[in-house]
């Protein structure tokens, strides 16, 4: 069965910075575009960053751009999402994505708080 495992989330002073990672197991990330996702309470999930495969093209959502810089290590399959100057605004569940054509994997989601 595929897994994907986010790690790294946590509680972050407001302008700080987090780096969330994202594993996969059973699958092999080189085939895949992967992307992060947020969801807060009561609103649907969203787009953060997004990676394709072969040219490793990125895009961002407008909230996030020149802050987040999303990356992929294919060898140790693993996905990345560098947040910097994190706003509390920023705060939510943070999943990585992984899609083929029309199949998606999706991880658990790992919590980002920015608070002072």
């Known amino acids: 069965q595929v897994q994907l495992v986010e790690s790294g989330g946590g509680l972050v002073q407001p302008g700080g910075s987090l780096r969330l990672s994202c594993e996969g197991f059973?699958?092999?990330?080189?085939?895949?575009?992967l992307s992060w996702y947020r969801q807060t309470p009561g609103k649907d999930r969203e787009l953060v960053a997004y990676?394709?495969?072969?040219?490793?093209?990125?895009s961002y959502a407008d909230a996030v751009k020149g802050r987040f810089t999303i990356s992929r290590d294919n060898d140790k399959n693993a996905v990345y999402l560098q947040m910097n100057s994190l706003k509390p605004e920023d705060t939510a569940v943070y999943y990585c994505k992984a899609a083929l054509v029309q199949i998606d994997h999706w991880g658990q989601g790992t919590q980002v708080t920015v608070s002072s």
């Open positions: 990676i394709g495969t072969i040219s490793g093209s990125t």
């Open positions: 059973r699958v092999s990330f080189s085939l895949y575009s």
